[in-house]
């Protein structure tokens, strides 16, 4: 299958099924982008639209995805951008690399939602302590 050199690009209420080929729906009510994978798999990529997420422009004329497209759990492991309605494609990243990205993604998550997930108390030989703050007994 011939991957997409150009997209273009339609606002919609709902994003409608069956996805066509080389169209990016941008539904704005619901904060969401989705588009079929541009290696031609067929399968629906939905890019949610947050600050943690994806941002789109429009130029008037075209659109662009911020940031790229990263199918690292997909089976084509595409990576692409949408740049002006283009289709810009990345070489295949290194596993390693891929491992440095989402991390570094999921640090951006945990800071901007303040959590402090991920970093679990490891390894200094004490025992958390259990059966602790069970049964408020309230009422
Ligand atoms: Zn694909």
Same mark, same amino acid.
């Given at each position: 299958m011939a991957k997409l050199q150009r997209v273009t690009h339609r606002f919609v209420e709902h994003v409608p099924a069956p996805l066509e080929d080389g169209v990016v729906y941008v539904a704005i009510g619901f904060g969401t982008v989705v588009h079929k994978c541009c290696c031609g798999c067929g399968d629906k990529v939905v890019t949610p639209l947050t600050p943690v !997420?994806? /941002?789109?422009?429009? !130029? %008037?004329? @075209?659109?662009s995805l911020y940031p790229s497209i990263g199918r690292w759990d997909a089976p084509c492991q595409s990576h692409y951008w949408i740049r002006n309605n283009r289709v810009i494609w990345s070489v295949r990243w290194s596993k390693g690399?891929?491992?440095?990205?989402?991390?570094? $993604? /999921?640090?951006?998550? !945990? !800071?901007?939602?303040g959590l402090d997930q991920g970093h679990p108390?490891?390894? @200094?030989? $004490?025992?958390?302590? $259990? %059966?602790?703050?069970? %049964?408020?007994?309230?009422g």
């Open positions: !997420d994806w /941002a789109v422009a429009y !130029d %008037g004329q @075209s659109i690399k891929i491992n440095t990205l989402k991390r570094h $993604e /999921a640090g951006l998550r !945990d !800071d901007f939602f108390r490891q390894g @200094s030989g $004490e025992k958390p302590d $259990e %059966g602790h703050g069970k %049964g408020g007994g309230l």
